[in-house]
């Protein structure tokens, strides 16, 4: 059989490395395919020739993308240049000149999947997009079509290794929130914007497709709850260890009677369990089912070579479904379109989990009791208290609790009636807990 044609938009640290895999792996690959895959047309502003293995095989390179995805010998694209323009618009032109795409582009998916893969499902054609989250592993395949046979009811991952890397390097080392970001940017972990890190945005736009494959509801990255790890102090990171957990940052998706949980935000998570101890870059995702009951997934969620994996993987799926029909193909967001749910997407303040909270007491008689009185009338049980010891010459004594599962609105009011007492300074620092039994 001829082999088959793949036009490569970007090549950077993950185009590089797709190039690098389709050279070193080929045999393999057409061995898996059924066909020799050959990258006949690439587009990138600025590359690295020197850095890439195999770049002397591509047979065109120009810096306009449209050029490839008009190119009509081009069967499949792979769009690499990540952001939402011209991404989108690249990949909705591919779609419609009938080419399959493959794509690494979370911020697109989660923003835009819905009307690409509304496009896609109109051309017949697959936009594949395993790589979107937790690169180097195949999550969503083996949400998608590994449990497609389970009623999930939720699942959370650490989903942003440069996050991940922080929280663990500021628990193993005692090392600055702003140090080991810098080492993250240099090390290629980083997004070119790295608050999408810092903030959760990233973790965010991967958890979007996550919820959607598990739940099957349409993307709804504007109803995501994001929160980042800027926030998370050392002195959290410690108190967290003495009371047997660990910060991680998750994004968590559940099923709830109420609707869909999305939430991304730090967490503290009982040190004992598997996910609490996956550390530096690395990402995986705990999936709880109804048949399977509990399976985790773990590996690499960045990098060159790891991505292309999951990027490779999909275009030997996409050669593989040239000769099928489209309405027999794995649907884009693993339910049939004209079945996907709309369930709805739950408001912060309408979710419950049990909290983590620190605050600067004034170390005096009675005020320990005014904020358990106030917790107390709004329903909220304490788990665990500790008082510090006042540092020298300080008039404040740090106060952490652990609560039990309480509606966030209710802490929401709690934490407003605490900072009012005159005997607290400040700001009461709240982390979300679960379990994740
Ligand atoms: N910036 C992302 C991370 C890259 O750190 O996980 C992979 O999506």
Redesign the pocket.
């Known amino acids: 059989m001829k082999p088959i044609k793949i036009g490569l938009l970007g090549l950077g640290t993950v185009g590089g490395g797709v190039v690098t895999v389709l050279t070193r792996n080929a045999h393999e690959i057409a061995r898996r395919a059924g066909r020799e895959v050959i990258i006949s047309h690439a587009a990138a502003k600025e590359y690295d020739a020197g850095a890439i293995e195999g770049l002397d095989r591509i047979d065109r390179i120009t810096d306009d993308g449209f050029a490839v995805v008009n190119d009509p010998e081009v069967e499949i694209v792979i769009e690499l240049i990540g952001g939402y323009s011209p991404a989108k618009e690249l990949v909705l032109q591919a779609i419609e000149n009938n080419k399959h795409v493959v794509t690494a582009n ?1 911020a697109m998916i989660a923003v835009h999947g819905n009307e690409i893969f509304s496009a896609a499902q109109e051309r017949g054609v697959t936009v594949a997009f395993e790589a979107s989250a937790a ?1 180097g592993f195949p999550v969503i395949k083996a949400i998608r079509e590994g449990l497609a046979a389970n009623r999930i009811h939720w699942l959370a991952g650490i ?5 991940n890397f922080i929280l663990t390097e500021m628990r193993d080392k005692g090392r600055d929130f702003a140090e080991v970001l810098k080492e ?1 940017q240099e090390l290629g ?3 070119a914007d790295p608050t ?2 810092v903030e959760g945005i ?1 973790a965010a736009h ?1 958890l979007t497709i996550l919820g959607s494959i598990a739940f099957g509801i349409p993307l709804q990255f504007e109803k995501t709850y994001t929160e980042g790890i800027s926030g998370i102090e050392r002195q959290d990171v410690a108190y967290a260890d003495e009371l047997g957990y660990r910060i991680k940052h998750l994004g968590i998706s559940r099923r709830t009677d109420a609707g869909i949980e999305l939430r991304v935000h730090p967490t503290l998570i009982p040190a004992r369990r598997l996910i609490a101890n996956v550390d530096g ?1 690395m ?1 995986a995702v705990l999936v709880q089912c109804d048949a399977a009951g509990p399976t985790l997934y773990y590996g690499a ?2 990098g060159s070579l790891p ?1 292309a994996s999951s990027i490779v993987a999909d275009v030997i799926d996409a050669v593989r479904a040239l000769t099928t029909d489209p309405e027999n193909r794995v649907p884009h967001l693993a339910f049939q379109p004209d079945a996907m749910s709309d369930l709805a997407v739950l408001d912060m303040a309408d979710i419950s989990t049990a909290y983590y909270l620190r605050m600067q007491a004034v170390d005096r008689p009675g005020v320990m009791s005014a904020v358990t009185t106030i917790l107390g009338n709004l329903g909220i049980s304490i788990e665990a208290i500790i008082q510090k010891e006042p540092e020298a010459g300080a008039g404040h004594v740090p106060v952490i609790m652990l609560t039990q599962r309480v509606q966030e609105r209710n802490m929401n009011e709690a934490i407003r009636q605490i900072e009012a007492l005159d005997t607290i300074a400040g700001n009461v620092h709240r982390i979300r807990v679960e379990t994740l039994d």
């Open positions: 979370k690169a989903i942003n290794g440069t996050g993250a972990y980083a997004e999408f890190d990233d991967k870059v990402n969620g960045a991505t």
